[in-house]
C-alpha cells in the first residue's frame, strides 16, 4: 500500500508544471527549515535548563560540604573538649576548687584579725 501511495505520489509530481514542482519542493523545505528551527530553540531551552540546574547542583554541594566541614569542626572541638575535661584534673583543681578554698583561709585569717574568736 506504502508503495503504491510513493507512485501515486511520483506520478502527481511529474504531472504538476515545473512551478508548480518548484513551488511544492520549496514549501517542503520551508516546512523542514521550520522545524529544524523549532528543535534547534527546544534545544537552547533545553541547554539553558540544564546549565541553571548544574549551577544550582553546585551550589547545594558546595553548601553540604560546608555544612559537613563545620559539622566536622564542631566534632573535633568536642572531643578536644571532653578530652581535656576528663584528663586535665589539675587544671579543673586550680580553676575550680582552688579559689574557694583561698577565699575560705582569707576570710578566716579576716575574722580571728578583727576579733573573732576560735570555739
Do not use: C, H
Not at 558546595?62 to 572541638?77: C, P, S, V
Not at 574557694?100 to 575574722?111: D, V
Request: charged share 30%; no cysteine; glycine share 4%.
Amino acid at each position: 500500500m506504502s508503495e503504491d501511495l510513493t507512485e501515486d505520489q511520483k506520478v502527481a509530481f511529474l504531472a504538476m508544471a515545473r512551478e508548480e514542482q518548484l513551488a511544492a519542493l520549496f514549501g517542503m523545505l520551508a516546512y523542514i527549515r521550520s522545524d529544524l528551527a523549532n528543535v534547534k530553540k527546544e534545544q537552547i531551552g533545553f541547554g539553558q535548563d540544564l546549565d541553571s540546574f548544574k549551577r544550582e547542583l553546585r551550589n547545594v554541594r558546595i553548601t553540604r560540604e560546608k555544612m559537613e566541614q563545620e559539622r566536622q569542626q564542631n566534632t573535633d572541638q568536642k572531643i578536644d573538649a571532653a578530652l581535656s575535661k576528663r584528663f586535665d584534673f589539675w587544671v579543673y583543681i586550680r580553676d575550680r576548687v582552688l579559689p574557694s578554698i583561698i577565699t575560705l583561709i582569707l576570710l578566716a585569717i579576716l575574722y580571728l584579725t578583727f576579733g573573732g574568736q576560735v570555739p
